[in-house]
């Protein structure tokens, strides 16, 4: 169970699943121009982040945000017993809650959940099955949800898979009373606060921490994976908006490597966190 500690901040990472070693590339794809042939020419990815073939490796994971006044829980991956058209997230049954209360914390104990986006692996574990209806996993948190991510999706078709993702995951929320809409840059403590990183959806946004003279990122899906610092102009599939993403993702990658900001990726697998360095005219992940 990876952690970090920044300040007087800790981050404990609690994983759903990671995927083994899986070939990069074609339409729809975490990263498009992932191919095993382009992850080949960025060697330091091996052996954390892809293997000696250029099949990248990623990880579905929580993160668990302790600080002064503040329990969080950031992005909540696909949850179990969720309907799911794609088989990949199909009807999951996981050890994510034992995990999550053999790290110390308890369901009842969380202050606070951010969702970065609201695509089906950020948003699942925000409810749980009992008795046959989906309620609040963290019955005692405020669910905090872009005002502006809300919006986007909330003002699409009713049917669908992404209607079904908020029937289950997020009205229920607001069935509980449980929601604050919030900006994309809202401050939750001196210690913590969302930043806008928009581009994979309208709203996405990432979190700031920042205690004691540290700095550290959680990024959601501003990146998917650590070939994104080498090539931040290399866009998902799954992105609202390839070109704003790939601006977001460029700056945000040379505004980090002129700090000594830790970054702690999302789908990144372990060792999941790194500072970003340049390197011969080239970013990459220092772990």
């Known amino acids: 169970m990876l952690s970090w500690t920044i300040g007087d901040v ?91 209360e053999a790290s110390g914390w308890r369901r009842e104990d969380v202050t606070a959940v951010v969702c970065t986006h609201m695509h089906v692996d950020h948003v699942g574990w925000n409810t749980m099955l009992v008795d046959g209806k989906w309620v609040p996993t963290f019955p005692n948190a405020r669910y905090l949800l872009g005002k502006t991510e809300w919006e986007h999706w909330s003002h699409h078709d009713g049917e669908g898979e992404h209607a079904a993702i908020l029937a289950d995951s997020v009205q229920p929320l607001f069935d509980a009373g449980l ?25 996405h946004v990432s979190v700031l921490i ?50 000594e900001a830790l970054v702690i990726g999302t789908h990144f697998p372990a060792p999941t966190a790194g500072r970003i360095v340049l390197d011969e005219g080239r970013y990459r992940l220092k772990v």
């Not at 604050?180 to 309208?202: A, K, S």
């Not at 959680?218 to 599939?237: F, N, R, V, Y």
Request: hydrophobic share 40%; proline share 8%; glycine share 8%.
């Open 10 to 100: 800790k981050v404990t990472r609690i994983v759903e699943f990671e995927t083994p070693p899986m070939r990069g590339g074609g339409a729809g794809s975490m990263v498009e121009a992932g191919t095993p042939e382009n992850i080949l020419t960025i060697p330091w990815l091996q052996p954390h982040f892809a293997d000696e073939r250029g099949y990248v490796k990623l990880s579905i994971h929580a993160l668990l945000v302790e600080a002064p006044g503040l329990k969080l829980v950031v992005d909540t991956c696909v949850g179990n017993d969720k309907p799911r058209a794609h088989s990949f997230f199909n009807n999951l049954q996981t050890a994510f809650l034992k995990d999550f």
């Open 179 to 203: 929601v604050d809409l919030v900006g994309m840059d809202h401050v939750l403590t001196p210690d913590v606060r969302l930043v806008p990183t928009p581009g994979h959806t309208p709203g």
């Open 210 to 259: 920042q205690s004691r003279g540290k700095r550290a990122y959680i990024t959601g899906d501003m990146m998917h994976h650590p070939c994104q610092i080498a090539h931040p102009e290399w866009s998902s599939g799954f992105d609202t908006d390839q070109a704003w993403s790939a601006r977001t993702r460029q700056a945000f990658v040379a505004d980090v490597a002129a700090s």
